[in-house]
């Protein structure tokens, strides 16, 4: 959606008199605009309505080329929506400013030694809101499930400019929709989030890691299942692999002397397959993130069968290509830029086996649609982003076709 020039000098007017003329710049085509309030974001939305301005709400900006992205000519910056607003830590409950980057609000939560049970990457700059509207999880989604299981409320601004207060700060509170269930992964394009409430959880005290290193996946992959099999108290669990083969990482959660026990009984498990179980630092939960770090080639996140982790492990790796896959059956694989062709035909095997494969990163060069097959839901996708935002202003293009 464009505006004529007169209707942007008009509308970066109105921003000013909403915000502040300090907290609104224009930068060629481009206008940016800092609300401070969730009434201001309402007002700011508002008047980018009756404009048919398109807007893009903005975190810290760090995964903006994820989906079909588009550039808005509204950027609205959450910098200034940054405070955690409550830490109810008897209830075990908080509610913190979409603007606020996570790491700021696990600090504050350390002081009751407690955080939100999730691993989302680069937690440091990354912010609540764009975290949330992506639904980035990492490995500790083993045991304490996905964003959508840990957000218990949220205020959300529509596309007018309504108001909406979803949820709320108990955990078992759900009367109605659960809409901020709808709004977790929608990337920004059903409204803006302006804060969040988060159930908590009570950070472990005891915790060790484990690794099994083998050059045969298929033996790792039924390791994995028998692990998954068992009864021990596992937080996380995950497949690595790559240029150096594959390793499993086992986290386990427990008192000092249950977790020796558990180790034992692991190193016991891999044995019986001929492998070796050793203790390992807690250095390779962060291998998800560093497949981002390659500059080049092709970025995806794959979902498949926990069954399938070890087939799809070794399929990447003869791309040339190194993958990281939670048990639950979520990989971030990267390969080179020279295997964009066999991308696709690993989408196809994925989706033969009812998983997908969706692209969060590839060169100019390479144009690989970045959803993959649409399903069969589209015509219900549509209709809600419709009546949410009829004139479809909010991050127009980005979400799955082109919605
Ligand atoms: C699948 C996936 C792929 C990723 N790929 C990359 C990558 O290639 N490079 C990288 O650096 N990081 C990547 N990340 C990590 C990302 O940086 C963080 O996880 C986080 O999502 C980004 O937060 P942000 O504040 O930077 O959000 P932004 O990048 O600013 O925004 C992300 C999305 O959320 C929307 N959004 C932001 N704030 C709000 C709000 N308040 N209300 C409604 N919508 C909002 C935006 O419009 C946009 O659609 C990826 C994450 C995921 C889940």
């Not at 900006?61 to 405070?83: F, N």
């Not at 440091?124 to 989604?141: E, F, Q």
């Not at 998983?355 to 970045?370: F, H, K, N, W, Y």
Request: glycine share 10%; aromatic share 4%.
């Amino acid at each position: 959606m464009t505006a004529d020039s007169t209707n942007v000098q008009s509308l970066t007017d109105a921003l000013m008199t909403i915000c502040g003329r300090e907290f609104v710049r224009v930068e060629g085509e481009m206008t940016s605009v800092s609300p401070a309030s969730t009434e201001e974001v309402a007002a700011v939305l508002r008047a980018a309505n009756s404009y048919g301005m398109a807007v893009t709400a903005w975190g810290s900006g760090s995964k903006q080329g994820w989906g079909g992205a588009r550039k808005a000519a509204l950027i609205l910056h959450t910098d200034r929506l940054t405070a955690v607003r409550e830490h109810t830590w008897q209830d075990m409950t908080c509610i913190v400013e979409a603007g606020c980057s996570w790491s700021k609000l696990q600090e504050a939560l350390l002081q009751h030694g407690q955080f939100v049970a999730l691993d989302p990457l680069w937690s440091d700059r990354a912010t609540i809101g764009g975290i949330v509207a992506t639904n980035d999880s990492g490995s500790l989604r083993h045991r304490y499930g996905s964003l959508r299981d840990l957000v218990i409320g949220m205020t959300i601004v529509l596309a007018d400019g309504t108001v909406a207060k979803t949820g709320g700060k108990v955990v078992k509170n759900v009367a109605g929709y659960d809409l901020h269930k709808l709004m977790t992964g929608a990337m920004g394009t059903l409204g803006v989030i302006t804060d969040v409430a988060f159930r908590l959880h009570s950070i472990p005290r005891h915790t060790c890691s484990v690794v099994v290193r083998s050059l045969d996946v298929g033996l790792l992959g039924t390791l994995l299942l028998q692990i998954l099999d068992s009864h021990l108290s596992t937080e996380r669990l995950q497949v690595r692999g790559g240029g150096d083969g594959f390793f499993l990482d086992l986290g386990l959660v427990a008192m000092p002397d249950v977790l020796l026990d558990q180790t034992n009984a692991v190193t016991a498990m891999a044995e019986k397959l001929g492998l070796v179980a050793s203790e390992a630092s807690s250095a390779e939960w962060d291998a998800r993130q560093a497949l981002f770090d390659r500059a080049d080639g092709v970025l995806a996140k794959a979902t498949m069968m926990p069954s399938d982790i070890a087939h799809f492990s070794a399929a990447v790796r003869e791309l040339g290509g190194d993958c990281v896959t939670q048990a639950v059956g979520v990989m971030t694989l990267s390969v080179p830029v020279s295997a964009t062709d066999q991308v696709v035909h690993l989408r196809q095997q994925l989706e033969a086996k009812r998983g997908s494969l969706t692209i969060l990163r590839q060169p100019d060069e390479a144009v690989i649609e970045p959803w993959g097959t649409l399903p069969d839901t589209m015509p219900l996708m549509r209709a809600i982003k419709q009546r949410f935002d009829p004139q479809h202003i909010l991050n127009p293009g980005r979400y799955l076709g082109g919605i």
